[in-house]
C-alpha cells in the first residue's frame, strides 16, 4: 500500500519543478610622426603601438600654411539667391516625402491550427501596492510534449501592437489598462488576447511573479549556477535597501565570464538591468535565468527546500493554472533537458526602431517576419531531433574553471545533450574537438565546429567502437567562450 502523503509530497514535488519551468544577454607618442603627401597634401602618419598594422593609416593633415583670417563682416552679409539655368531645374532631385506614420490598425495574424503544443506566457513584473505598472520581462514557453521540444520566444516591451478593444500601444501597457479598465477576465486576459491578435498564438496559461517575489523564489533554491559566456557590465545598487533614487547608491559592476553562483538579487539584477545594453540583450539574458532555474529545480537536494518553495509559489506566482493542469504537466517537467529547449527572440531585422508622433520610441514589427518566427517555433524542428541523439562530452584543458560548463550551455543552445567530464590535463593550448563515430558524419561535423567557432584543423578523428558518447570536445587556452544563442538554435 503505497502511503498517500508520499504521494501528495511527490505531487507537490512535481507541481514546484513545473512552476519553477515557468518564472522566469595609447601610449604617448616619443617622437614627432613622419608625414607623407596624399593627393598634394601633407598628411602625418600614425603607427599603431606595437606593429599590430603593417599599412601605416592616414590620419589628419598637416597644414603648411595658417588659415586666413575671416572678418566678421563676412557672416553679417546676406548672399544673393541661387539663380540655376533653366536647363539645370530638372536634373535636380525630386524632393522626397516623409513615410507617414502606420496608423491604422494591422489585420488579427492568423498561423492556422497548431495541435499538441502548451503554451505558457512568463511574466515579470514591477508590480507594487498602489502604483502602475507594467510588464517589462514577457517570454512565451511552447511545450510540445510528442517532440520532446521547448521553445521560448523572448518579447521586447517596446513592441508596437494593437491592443483589442483600446488603440496601437506597447505591447507592455496591456496588462496594467485590462485591469484598470476592467477588461472581461483582467490584466493577463487581455495581454493574452494582444499576444493572439498580432502574433496568431493562442496562450493557454499563464503565470506573473512581481521582482521581489523573483528574489525569495531563486533565494529559496539556495541560488542558481548561470553560465554567463559573455561578460556584462551594468550599474547595480550596492544593496537592495538603498534608495534607488539616489545616484551615490549605484556601481558599475561585472559578472563573468564563468559559471556564476546567484543568489535572487543577482539573478535579478542580471536578467533585468539594461542601462548599458538593450532590451534585446536583456531578452538574451532572461533566457539564459530560465534555463538556470530550470536546470536547478531538477537537482536532487531542491527536495529539502519543497515546503518553503510552495509557500512562496503560492503566495508570489499569479497563474492561471489549476492543480488538474499542474498534476497533468508535472510529469513532462523531469524528460525536458536544456537540450531540447530551442531560443527565439523578436529582434531586428524583424522590428526595426520608429518614433511616434508624440515622441515614444518604439519597435514597429515586419508581420511576415513575426508570423515566420512564431511558425518555426511552433514546428518540431527534424535538425534538433538529430542533434538530441548526439552526446558531447565536454572537458576542460585549462586552468580557468567553469568553461566547460558555458561551452556545454553553447552546445545545449543547438540542441546537443552534453556531459561534463574532468580533463587528463589542464594545459591545452589549443582546443579539440574528437570525432569518436566509426563512421564519421561530415555534416555534423561541420555543424560542432561552426557552433563552436573552430577551425576544420581542430577536428580530430578517433574511430571507437562502442563509445557511450559521439564527441569528446577538449578545452584549450584558444577558446573564446562568448557566443551569440539567437544565430544557434536548430
Not at 486576459?189 to 498580432?198: A, G, R, S, V, W
Not at 527546500?305 to 497533468?328: E, S
Not at 530551442?342 to 524583424?350: A, G
Not at 582546443?431 to 561535423?445: A, C, E, F, G
Amino acid at each position: 500500500m503505497v502511503n498517500s502523503s508520499f504521494i501528495l509530497f511527490s505531487m507537490r514535488h512535481r507541481l514546484i519543478i513545473l512552476l519553477a519551468i515557468l518564472l522566469t544577454s595609447c601610449a604617448p607618442a616619443s617622437t614627432v610622426p613622419p608625414t607623407r603627401e596624399v593627393h598634394g597634401l601633407p598628411f602625418i602618419i600614425i603607427t599603431p603601438a606595437g606593429g599590430s598594422l603593417a599599412t601605416p593609416t592616414p590620419f589628419q593633415p598637416a597644414l603648411a600654411t595658417p588659415l586666413p583670417t575671416i572678418s566678421s563682416d563676412t557672416f553679417s552679409t546676406r548672399l544673393p539667391p541661387l539663380q540655376l539655368p533653366t536647363e539645370m531645374l530638372g536634373m535636380l532631385p525630386t524632393p522626397t516625402v516623409a513615410v507617414p506614420y502606420p496608423t491604422a490598425i494591422p489585420p488579427p495574424a492568423n498561423l492556422g491550427e497548431y495541435a499538441d503544443v502548451i503554451t505558457f506566457l512568463l511574466i515579470g513584473s514591477d508590480k507594487r501596492p498602489g502604483s502602475t505598472y507594467r510588464t517589462d520581462t514577457m517570454v512565451i514557453a511552447i511545450l510540445r510534449p510528442k517532440d520532446d521540444q521547448v521553445s521560448l520566444i523572448s518579447i521586447p516591451r517596446d513592441l508596437w501592437v494593437f491592443i483589442p478593444g483600446w488603440e496601437m500601444q506597447r505591447i507592455n501597457t496591456a496588462y496594467m489598462h485590462g485591469e484598470l479598465e476592467g477588461y472581461a477576465g483582467g490584466g493577463a486576459q487581455l495581454l493574452k488576447d494582444t499576444i493572439e491578435y498580432n502574433l496568431g498564438l493562442h496562450i493557454d496559461h499563464t503565470a506573473m511573479v512581481e521582482f521581489n517575489g523573483f528574489r525569495r523564489i531563486v533565494d529559496t533554491l539556495g541560488g542558481i549556477d548561470l553560465p554567463v559566456a559573455c561578460a556584462y557590465t551594468d550599474w547595480r545598487l550596492i544593496s537592495p535597501e538603498l534608495d534607488p533614487e539616489n545616484e551615490d547608491n549605484w556601481f558599475l559592476y561585472t559578472t563573468g565570464p564563468g559559471l556564476v553562483h546567484m543568489d535572487g538579487d543577482l539573478a535579478l539584477w542580471y536578467a533585468r538591468s539594461r542601462s548599458k545594453s538593450n532590451d534585446f540583450d536583456r531578452g538574451r539574458r532572461q533566457q539564459e535565468v530560465i534555463r538556470a532555474i530550470y536546470s536547478r529545480a531538477l537537482s536532487g537536494d531542491t527536495l529539502t527546500k519543497i515546503p518553503q518553495l510552495y509557500n512562496d509559489l503560492n503566495t508570489l506566482v499569479a497563474t492561471d493554472l489549476g492543480l488538474g493542469d499542474i498534476l497533468k504537466l508535472a510529469s513532462l517537467a523531469p524528460g525536458f533537458g536544456n537540450a531540447d529547449i530551442r531560443s527565439y527572440y523578436i529582434r531586428p531585422p524583424i522590428v526595426s526602431s520608429w518614433i511616434t508622433p508624440g515622441g515614444a520610441y518604439v519597435l514597429l514589427p515586419d508581420q511576415a517576419a513575426l508570423q515566420g518566427l512564431v511558425t518555426t517555433a511552433l514546428t518540431a524542428s527534424p535538425v534538433a531531433a538529430v542533434n538530441e541523439t548526439i552526446t558531447v562530452e565536454v572537458m576542460n584543458g585549462t586552468a580557468t574553471d567553469g568553461w566547460d560548463a558555458l561551452a556545454a550551455s553553447r552546445l545545449n543552445y543547438a540542441g546537443f545533450v552534453t556531459n561534463i567530464k574532468p580533463a587528463d590535463r589542464r594545459d591545452y593550448a589549443t582546443s579539440i574537438l574528437v570525432d569518436l563515430s566509426v563512421t564519421p558524419d561530415y555534416n555534423r561535423n561541420a555543424m560542432l565546429l561552426n557552433v563552436m567557432g573552430f577551425y576544420p584543423s581542430q577536428l580530430v578523428s578517433i574511430p571507437t567502437p562502442n563509445s557511450p558518447v559521439q564527441y569528446r570536445l577538449i578545452l584549450g587556452y584558444d577558446y573564446q567562450p562568448c557566443f551569440q544563442p539567437e544565430s544557434l538554435s536548430p
